[in-house]
């Protein structure tokens, strides 16, 4: 079965551009989560929807980031403007509610640097 | 606010060498506790849930145990292919459900020949 997938896995990029980061879950998972991890701070997550639906964005650091869910199969993280200190690395991940304690299952990342 | 803090942050173990890493958490209302590993460049990668003090969990070289404020995994007799970073998740109890986690930083392990 093919796990989360997200691309790109590196991104390099000069500060003040648009960086889209882009997930697809696992098929028949309801719940898609993204979060961002750095040495400093480990994995935080920034935003988490229900059936496609936000349910907690508390985490999204600024009004720079927004993300969208528009569909069951697809979701983007994006930086607009994006600044060196939005290096990290990006993970999604995804679950299903089934009994509720269901694990989330992470793709690989997307590396971001910003130059 | 959920908390979760784990030790040591660093490990080095001789192949053999058996030990444990800790994983205390603060939260309100436990309805589950999640061990993960994490292999340099990819994401992390489920090993265990806990739900309630007492419980323990196995799987190969590995034991995950529970008490009301703490989570040891322990590993026995390692192998350089247990070298890792373990990182440990709780999820809270929330009115409506929910399905957030809060990390710890992680355990970072490596084992030797």
């Known amino acids: 079965d093919a796990g989360v997938i997200q691309s790109p896995r590196h991104e390099v990029t000069e500060m003040g551009q648009e960086v889209t980061l882009r997930c697809k879950p696992i098929?028949?998972?309801?719940?898609l989560f993204w979060y961002r991890q750095t040495m400093m701070r480990g994995l935080e997550l920034l935003i988490y929807f229900n059936n496609n639906v936000p349910i907690d964005d508390s985490g999204m650091p600024e009004d720079r980031f927004s993300a969208k869910m528009p569909n069951a199969s697809f979701s983007t993280l994006k930086i607009q403007p994006s600044e060196p200190r939005d290096s990290a690395v990006y993970f999604c991940?995804?679950?299903?509610w089934g009994l509720g304690n269901q694990p989330q299952h992470f793709g690989d990342g997307t590396r971001l640097s910003i130059l | 606010e959920d908390q979760v803090t784990q030790s040591p942050e660093a490990l080095r173990l001789q192949e053999g060498e058996s030990s444990s890493l800790n994983c205390s958490y603060t939260?309100?209302?436990?309805?589950?506790l999640f061990w993960y590993r994490q292999d340099p460049g990819k994401g992390p990668e489920f090993l265990f849930t806990l739900y309630s003090a007492g419980e323990e969990k196995e799987k190969e070289r590995l034991k995950a145990t529970l008490t009301k404020k703490e989570s040891f995994l322990h590993i026995t007799a390692p192998k350089p292919e247990d070298s890792a970073t373990y990182l440990c998740a709780v999820q809270a109890r929330l009115t409506g459900g929910g399905n957030k986690l809060t990390f710890g930083t992680g355990t970072q392990l490596k084992v030797e020949l």
């Open positions: 939260v309100s209302g436990l309805r589950g």
């Open positions: 098929s028949g998972h309801d719940y």
């Open positions: 991940a995804s679950s299903f």
